[in-house]
């Protein structure tokens, strides 16, 4: 079964550091470009960022430029979200998403989310 | 940055009729050297992550019940339920996968008249 699974999230201060891991099963990882996709409380979806399936290149939403990075690490089938500087606005619940390349490049799975607060 | 506007915000239909949503890109997704257009439709309920239901704006997903059907190219896309069921009940999000960043609609409330 295809599967993905968050973690890392919590409540962090303005100003503060959280990193977010994902762990994947049930398909070959490396084959796969991944992706962080966000949903603050009540509202729509945000997509945050991608990595391609060797860990070469990244795209990121202008927003989280600068202080989040995204990473990979396919001998242990996970991705990662570094989030810095992080802001109160970051609030949200964060996905982690299987990008089908045959698709085109689109999410295709994604798991059940890990909530991050930024609140004092 | 591509926006992408979806239309109504809310939508109530009365189980067995036909539901349709509308998505509006600020250009174009067509991708002219393969004629595909880079744009989802997914479904998301209540407490649980989006799933995926068309991709290149027209392609059903595996599992997806054949009363989604997605439609439209270069900038205007609908997504129709041909005959809805109670558990159809979701907010619908378009993506345009076309250029980063990958955006999502806002959203269609879809509920049962």
């Known amino acids: 079964e295809v599967q993905l699974v968050e973690s890392g999230g919590g409540l962090v201060q303005p100003g503060g550091s959280l990193r977010l891991s994902c762990a994947a099963s049930?398909?070959?990882?490396?084959?796969?470009?991944m992706a962080w996709v966000r949903q603050a409380p009540g509202k729509g979806l945000e997509w945050v960022a991608n990595?391609?399936?060797?860990?070469?290149?990244?795209n990121y939403v202008d927003s989280v430029k600068g202080r989040f990075t995204i990473s990979r690490d396919n001998a242990k089938n996970s991705q990662y979200l570094q989030m810095n500087s992080l802001r109160v606005e970051d609030t949200a619940v964060y996905y982690c998403?299987?990008?089908?390349?045959?698709?085109?490049?689109?999410?295709?799975?994604w798991g059940q989310g890990t909530m991050v607060t930024v609140s004092s | 940055d591509i926006v992408m506007t979806q239309s109504p915000d809310s939508l109530a239909v009365s189980l067995g009729e036909r539901a349709t949503i509308n998505c509006k890109s600020s250009?174009?997704?067509?991708?002219?050297?393969?004629?595909?257009?880079?744009l989802a439709w997914y479904q998301q309920k209540p407490g649980q992550p989006p799933k995926m239901l068309i991709y290149?704006?027209?392609t059903r997903e595996s599992g997806v019940p054949d009363r989604f059907s997605g439609s439209g190219s270069g900038t205007d896309f609908t997504l129709t339920i041909s005959s809805l069921q109670a558990e159809d009940v979701a907010v619908y999000y378009c993506?345009?996968?076309?250029?980063?960043?990958?955006?999502f609609g806002q959203g269609t409330k879809l509920e049962i008249k």
């Open positions: 290149w704006a027209s």
């Open positions: 990595i391609k399936y060797d860990g070469s290149g990244e």
């Open positions: 998403a299987r990008v089908d390349g045959a698709k085109g490049g689109t999410p295709d799975i």
């Open positions: 993506q345009q996968y076309y250029s980063t960043p990958y955006s």
């Open positions: 049930g398909f070959t990882f490396s084959n796969y470009w």
């Open positions: 250009q174009s997704v067509l991708y002219s050297s393969n004629n595909k257009n880079y």
